[in-house]
């Protein structure tokens, strides 16, 4: 089991700014990872998320697990999107036909979360923005897996702060507005996919829901805390099973299910993290020189939730494809 102190005593990658929500890749025989920036705030901690108050996007990289971290700058600001009012929160990349896609999720005018892209010719960017957000997009959390076919599909939704609870009628409903989800025994919210067009830019086929499913084909219910999807959408891919992992939220679990398609349905299959210091959980799953690695962060550097910091540990697999933390 992992806790809050077995983090403390791991040191983080990055400790000259805050970071959180690391999307981790290997791209050019490097590692790079995409966090989120936190800063500095007097806004106090709430539901809606306000203290999460980021402007920009760093890239990371590093040549190998425990090599030296360079911090590439800011490859993306808020000022530079024509239509993000504010918070540009939890990022992932992806690379196809030779450019390299920045996914982010970010409020338009209205306060609402959508999600945008922004290309560059190299994975340290810069990146350059389209001038809309993805049509179609909503909530935040966006994870990008490219098949091995070469479809992409992008996964997202977050619950209260991320307004995913708002759309349970197919439209933004300001009714639901703050940390109102399904309660009962009724469907939790489902995290959502769309496949990404040949450009990585649109979906072609419009938003589908994503079913986590218990060991008895149903879907999990929505008081069911400890396993029900609430943010932090990230899929791999291992001995041509589907991997989907997220966070629980309040319970601060990190999760897994698993499938047969990229599509889904998956089937809960248990806990990869246990609560760490911090509010929140927001991770990756990165294979790096045939060796499996979790991203992820925690408040060690601050003691702060909205202060974050992003640390990596090994992942094994059993022999029945089961995921377990490295000693």
Not at 38 to 65: A, C, K, L, W
Not at 193 to 213: C, Y
Request: some cysteine; aromatic content about 14%; proline content about 6%.
């Amino acid at each position: 089991m992992y806790s809050a102190g077995a983090s403390s005593h791991i040191q983080p990658l990055v400790s000259h700014i805050y970071t959180a929500d690391p999307s981790a890749h290997v791209f050019n025989d490097r590692i790079y990872i995409y966090p989120s920036h936190d800063r500095e705030t007097d806004i106090e901690d709430n539901d809606n998320g306000d203290q999460y108050d980021m402007v920009d996007y760093h890239v990371f990289s590093m040549p190998s697990i425990g090599g030296k971290v360079t911090d590439h700058g800011p490859v993306l600001r808020q000022e530079d999107i024509p239509w993000v009012s504010k918070q540009l929160w939890a990022p992932d990349a992806a690379t196809k036909n030779g450019k390299y896609y920045l996914y982010f999720p970010a409020r338009d005018a209205e306060g609402i979360f959508r999600i945008g892209v922004a290309i560059s010719d190299k994975p340290e960017g810069p990146f350059t923005p389209d001038e809309e957000y993805i049509p179609g997009s909503y909530s935040i959390d966006p994870a990008c897996l490219v098949d091995d076919d070469g479809q992409a599909y992008l996964y997202f939704g977050g619950v209260w702060g991320g307004q995913l609870q708002c759309w349970q009628t197919g439209k933004y409903d300001h009714a639901w507005y703050g940390p109102q989800e399904p309660k009962g025994d009724g469907p939790a919210l489902l995290p959502r996919v769309g496949k990404l067009s040949e450009d990585m830019r649109t979906f072609v086929d419009g938003v589908k829901e994503v079913s986590i499913l218990d060991e008895d084909g149903q879907l999990l219910i929505a008081d069911d805390h400890d396993r029900r999807f609430f943010e932090a959408a990230w899929v791999h891919k291992y001995n041509s099973k589907y991997y989907f992992s997220y966070s629980t939220g309040d319970t601060h679990y990190l999760c897994y299910a698993i499938g047969d398609s990229p599509m889904g349905p998956f089937t809960y299959a248990g806990r990869i993290l246990e609560p760490v210091e911090g509010w929140t959980t927001h991770h990756s799953i990165v294979e790096v020189e045939k060796r499996w690695y979790l991203f992820h962060h925690d408040t060690s550097l601050s003691g702060k939730n909205h202060l974050r910091c992003v640390k990596v540990r090994e992942l094994l697999y059993d022999e029945e494809g089961k995921l377990h933390l490295a000693d």
